[in-house]
């Protein structure tokens, strides 16, 4: 017979129960954690014991398994990331069966090949070696413990009690060669260094989240900017493009023609950047219908609906030149600026917005001298160049006739730009030397050169909506799709003059991957269902029927595993339930003063942390003690060492005082919005 | 890609061997207390389990910085057998002198065995048995293959040891068991001391240099002792160092001496009477002389058939009679070889050491065999085959040797489960034994009516 090697010791009596009644306290689960405790501490006493075979270990332990798989898919599902910490805190539950059989069991341990399928098969096949057993009593005790640290009652007896309890284990494990003063000696040197540790690990958690917010903010979150554009005229090599989709667009049906997406326009041109005089928003007013804003009086004829992901909660936004109006969205305002560019604040993550337009009718700002203006560093070029295409004395319709044939006939699009020149050069390089570029090239070229004609014009910026997927549904928008044209001042009203050969959508699906289709399913699987974790309406009957196909595998491989489980199953399993998940210094009164700051306007940035809002607001509003207060706050929160009923009572007071000062003033659009929200309350 | 996993597995098997040595089962726990804790701890504001992990890393910091230094006058002395078998477990001391003027307890022993790892080349190609039974992951990442081809080159797992007590000025012996799991040299690579911290986490470590090596015979099966048929052959040149001699000693005639004639050859009366040498002349040397074929050729054969062969191979080397018979053993490695056993010239010890390092042979064709076995098929009077497979040339082998009047036995050892009847004897006696049930096999062939 082969000798079993057990891997661990059983934990020291009395301490699991412990860990268990310690985890209770600190979850909520007290109730169901005393009998827990009872029944694991019970064998002391009790002298019967079950003869469990190996098969029935494994099923033990697969059951296990299995509750906890299904119970990591439903926690996830409704509470996303932060589930992880759900699962931490009822991990007890889901482990409690294999312990309690281990300890009923006449073996008093776990074969390793019950816990990981792999080795049964191994051991299958060859038994030297292979028969090794481990207690789980004290990686119990552990997770127990951790689970504990779950409940994140931020109180000293956390501390004290949990390292008690290690203390208590690490006792059984002392070597008989030292004196037990010197091993008291050392646990305290190390639980003192402990407390000071964990000290300081809550303010370099706390400095390291400010500092990684403020580099947040700095590189990260680039979106389109409305006055300014830096172009890729100057670049050398090859542009690689993203195949990644940035856009969903539903339309009614196919379109005839690629449909431009415009997110801003520009008028003033230097060295590769194209920008305008920082433009003032101008908040457009909600109509009575929730979730619609009129930008033109007309009407559109024509309407898509548009779905794109936010990446902070304000940001331009593309639109069909000529849209006249937004509906069906969810945005909290709307902007727009005199070029036409339209901003829009709303939760972050996938929005979905739906326009209606008029092509052609482009109701933009009309031109200033600003749009005829060209820098004195290409000025030269076009007026050369607009001569040698006789553009002058022509009818403005005549020359935009003869700029586009030019275009078509005498370059070619290529997204490689191999030779270095001086700074201003490039342009000049693509009108008379090689007659090659990207579409930056040719809506620039074309912009100054219409200006250089006389013609007010205009560099916009967008995707172009050509490519159709037949997974979704609907057209799909890549970052490769993002393309320039211009804007052309003809007869009282804005033109788009598009001079980029048409070959350039084929150019550029030559960067498309050979796993497309792959990125682009998993895509769209992650769009769904994000929109489904929304709780948005999918607006086809049918088609969240294939969420529920997913779920097939996991009930059949339930079925499955009950099926072969009889026996075990009888055996039961106590429902764990979910803990109300309560913080200390949730009563705060700090919570007050947040609300009617959020209230009068104050809005605080994406992963803005309180204090760094503080800080700002402590500038823009005049009220005092913002500050002196988020600090009484912070330690009534956080400091378990500190007396909590008085912090409380000096904060409240604290925050009272704030508010009956009358100095947060609110802003007034948004005070605007308020009203209106109150309007449409009573009607 | 393979080549950075193949590296990346070394360091994480250094690593996680170093953790082993060094953590005590307390420390191994603490240890796990400080990764799970360090997972969950790692946003302050959700749980805290930070606070855990701050206690489990200074205990942990604690123990450590208590191991810094360890100086022991302690003395090892490591006393091993001869021989061991594989599959056998193997009992030896190890002899722990105390040179210090303290008691030294909770001390705790790690023989080691020396660990080669293997190069890419060797990790990328080789076949592991194990492997049909891992799931894809493991086979395709390959770790697990890489811990059992070190696991095999080791060829056993030394546990840790408890060192009793040992007073002051006094030695204590130790006696460690394991099972070695492959023939071959096992080589002992050194030893080392540990003493836990008085936290009883983690182990400061002494190491001694203490090189030996341990020859581990095979493993072998109980085989009745088979008779081969066959008559006495003509051994040209007769044999040297053979304890009694076939029939060199029977008396055939008398003739004139030769230069070189050795002198207790002259026939004295009859060189009193001539007046000139005359030499007594003996007849030639006839002896029994079986011959144990070992086929080394692994062409379609797994390694682990290619050890069932070498351990049939050494189960016959003990069971057939060698008192009045010679045994030749015969394969290929890197060339071909011919061990000569019985009748006082090498014992069955020695046989059982070449047996025991013999290795597949990779580089030479199938017909070295061949012409190794029709060279000598003169003077064998019958030939035990162990073979790796049954193909066409290893067929017209067995059929070349039958025509030529060797009484032949032939076992075949098969991959697996898709043996035919233990006793199917052909007509050509083919017996065949599935790797990893031969035992079962051999004991089901009847012996008696085997024929050959």
New interface residues.
């Given amino acids: 017979m082969t000798a079993v090697?057990v891997?661990?010791?059983s934990a020291p009596p009395f301490t699991l129960g412990a860990s268990l009644l310690f985890w209770g306290w600190q979850t909520g689960f007290l109730l169901y954690a005393l009998p827990m405790a009872v029944i694991l501490e019970s064998p002391r006493w009790i002298r019967w014991r079950w003869s469990i075979s190996d098969r029935e270990f494994n099923n033990v332990a697969d059951i296990s398994g299995l509750v906890f798989f299904l119970l990591v898919i439903y926690v996830f599902s409704i509470d996303g990331a932060?589930g992880?910490?759900v699962i931490?805190t009822i991990m007890p539950f889901v482990l409690f069966l294999l312990v309690m059989v281990q300890h009923y069991s006449q073996r008093g341990s776990v074969k390793l090949s019950a816990l990981f399928i792999?080795l049964r098969?191994?051991e299958?096949?060859?038994s030297?070696?292979l028969n090794r057993e481990i207690d789980l009593s004290?990686?119990y005790f552990?997770l127990c413990?951790?689970s504990?640290?779950?409940?994140?009652?931020?109180t000293i007896w956390?501390?004290i009690l949990?390292?008690l309890l290690?203390a208590a284990?690490?006792w059984?494990?002392?070597?008989?060669?030292?004196h037990g003063l010197?091993?008291a000696a050392?646990?305290g040197?190390?639980?003192v260094?402990?407390?000071g540790?964990?000290i300081g690990?809550?303010h370099l958690?706390?400095s390291i989240e400010m500092s990684m917010m403020k580099l947040f903010e700095k590189y990260m979150w680039r979106y389109r900017d409305p006055d300014r554009a830096t172009t890729a005229i100057g670049s050398i090599g090859r542009l690689k493009l993203s195949n990644r989709i940035v856009l969903r667009v539903s339309t009614n049906g196919k379109l005839a023609r690629p449909l431009l997406l415009r997110e801003a326009a520009y008028s003033r041109y230097g060295y590769g950047i194209w920008s305008n005089a920082p433009s003032n928003f101008k908040l457009i007013d909600p109509d009575i219908t929730p979730g619609s804003w009129t930008l033109e009086s007309q009407r559109g004829r024509k309407s898509v609906a548009i779905a794109t992901y936010m990446i902070k909660d304000t940001g331009v936004i593309p639109l069909p030149q000529g849209t006249t109006n937004i509906r069906d969205s969810n945005a909290i305002q709307v902007n727009r600026n005199r070029y036409g560019a339209v901003r829009m604040e709303a939760r972050e993550g996938w929005v979905k917005y739906r326009a209606d337009y008029r092509p052609g009718d482009i109701e933009d700002s009309p031109p200033d001298k600003q749009d005829l203006q060209i820098a004195d560093s290409y000025r030269s070029d076009f007026l050369r160049l607009a001569r040698q295409w006789k553009l002058y004395g022509k009818d403005p319709r005549q020359i935009l006739q003869t700029v586009e044939r030019n275009f078509a006939e005498k370059f070619r699009y290529s997204l490689t730009q191999r030779d270095r020149y001086p700074r201003g050069r490039y342009l000049h390089n693509f009108l008379f030397m090689n007659r090659q570029g990207h579409c930056e090239f040719f809506a620039t070229s074309t912009v100054l050169l219409l200006r250089a004609a006389g013609i007010p014009a205009r560099y916009a910026v967008g995707y172009v909506v050509n490519e159709y997927s037949r997974l979704e549904g609907n057209y799909i928008v890549r970052a490769r799709d993002a393309h320039a044209w211009t804007l052309a001042y003809v007869d009282g009203g804005w033109r788009v003059v598009d001079t980029t050969p048409s070959v350039w959508a084929t150019a550029d699906n030559t960067n498309a991957s050979v796993f497309e289709p792959l990125f682009d399913f998993a895509s769209w699987l992650k769009y769904r269902f994000a929109r489904w974790q929304s709780g948005e309406q999918l607006e086809e009957s049918t088609s969240n029927t294939y969420l529920l196909w997913l779920l097939v595998p996991l009930v059949l491989l339930l079925l499955w595993r009950l099926y072969g489980k009889e026996r075990i199953s009888t055996l039961g399993h106590r429902d764990a339930g979910v803990s109300p998940f309560d913080y200390p210094g949730r009563d705060s009164a700090l919570y007050r003063l947040v609300e009617e700051l959020e209230r009068a306007g104050y809005r605080r940035r994406q992963g803005e942390t309180l204090g760094a809002w503080f800080q700002r607001l402590d500038g823009e509003t005049r009220a005092a003690g913002l500050i002196e207060a988020l600090q009484l706050h912070y330690r009534y929160r956080f400091d378990p060492a500190s007396n909590g009923a008085e912090l409380r009572k000096r904060l409240a007071e604290k925050v009272n005082a704030i508010l009956a000062s009358g100095r947060i003033e609110p802003i007034p659009h948004t005070n605007a919005l308020t009203t209106e929200a109150a309007e449409r309350g009573n009607s | 890609m393979r080549k950075l996993l193949y590296r990346n597995f070394r360091l994480v098997h250094r690593l996680s061997e170093r953790l082993r040595r060094r953590l005590t089962p307390g420390g191994s726990l603490v240890f796990g207390g400080i990764i799970a804790s360090g997972i969950f701890g790692i946003d302050t504001q959700q749980t805290l389990a930070f606070q855990i992990f701050t206690i489990t890393a200074s205990l942990m910091l604690v123990a450590v910085l208590c191991t810094a230094t360890f100086r022991c006058r302690l003395r090892l002395q490591r006393l091993l057998p001869d021989y061991a078998t594989a599959g056998q477990p193997l009992k030896y001391r190890i002899r722990v002198e105390n040179r210090s003027p303290v008691l030294q307890q909770d001390l705790l022993l790690m023989d080691e065995l020396e660990t080669r790892f293997p190069e890419y080349a060797e990790f990328a190609t080789a076949r592991d048995p194990h492997d049909e039974k891992r799931n894809w992951f493991d086979r395709m990442v390959g770790y697990p293959r890489l811990v059992s081809q070190l696991r095999h080159r080791r060829g056993g797992s030394i546990p840790a040891r408890p060192i009793p007590p040992v007073p002051a000025f006094d030695r204590s012996d130790l006696e460690i068991e394991f099972t070695p799991f492959r023939r071959g040299y096992l080589r002992f690579s050194g030893a080392s001391i540990a003493r836990p911290d008085p936290l009883g986490l983690f182990r400061a470590l002494r190491r001694f240099q203490a090189d030996a090596s341990l020859l581990i015979l095979p493993h072998t099966y109980r085989v009745p002792r088979l008779q081969l048929p066959g008559s006495r052959k003509y051994q040209e040149g007769g044999m040297t160092l053979v304890s009694s001699v076939g029939d060199s000693q029977e008396f055939m005639s008398l003739r004139d001496y030769q230069p070189g004639d050795p002198m207790r050859a002259i026939h004295w009366p009859s060189y009193a009477k001539r007046g000139k040498p005359v030499v007594k002349e003996f007849q030639d040397e006839f002896f029994v002389r079986q011959g144990l074929v070992l086929d080394t050729f692994v062409e379609n054969a797994s390694l682990a058939q290619f050890e069932e062969a070498v351990s049939v191979a050494a189960s016959f080397q003990l069971a057939v009679q060698q008192q009045d018979a010679l045994l030749d053993l015969m394969f290929v490695e890197d060339r071909s070889y011919r061990y000569t056993s019985g009748r006082g010239l090498g014992s069955t010890a020695n046989m059982l050491e070449v047996l025991a390092c013999v290795q597949p042979c990779r580089d030479q064709p199938f017909s070295c065999l061949e012409d190794l076995l029709m060279g000598h098929a003169g003077e064998i009077s019958g030939l035990i085959l162990i073979l790796l497979d049954w193909d066409e040339k290893r067929r017209d082998l067995v059929r070349r040797l039958r025509a030529v009047g060797t009484p032949v036995v032939t076992f075949r050892i098969s991959a697996g489960e898709d043996a035919p009847a233990p006793s199917t004897v052909d007509r050509e006696p083919l017996i065949t034994l599935p790797a990893g049930r031969v035992q079962e096999y051999l004991d089901a062939v009847d012996w008696d009516n085997l024929q050959l």
């Fill in positions: 090697a891997r661990l010791r932060g992880i910490f931490l792999s098969r191994l299958a096949q060859e030297r070696g004290l990686p552990l413990i951790l504990a640290s779950a409940g994140n009652q931020r956390f501390f949990s390292s290690i284990v690490l059984s494990f002392r070597p008989g060669r030292y010197l091993w050392l646990l040197v190390s639980i260094m402990a407390y540790g964990q690990l809550i958690h706390r």
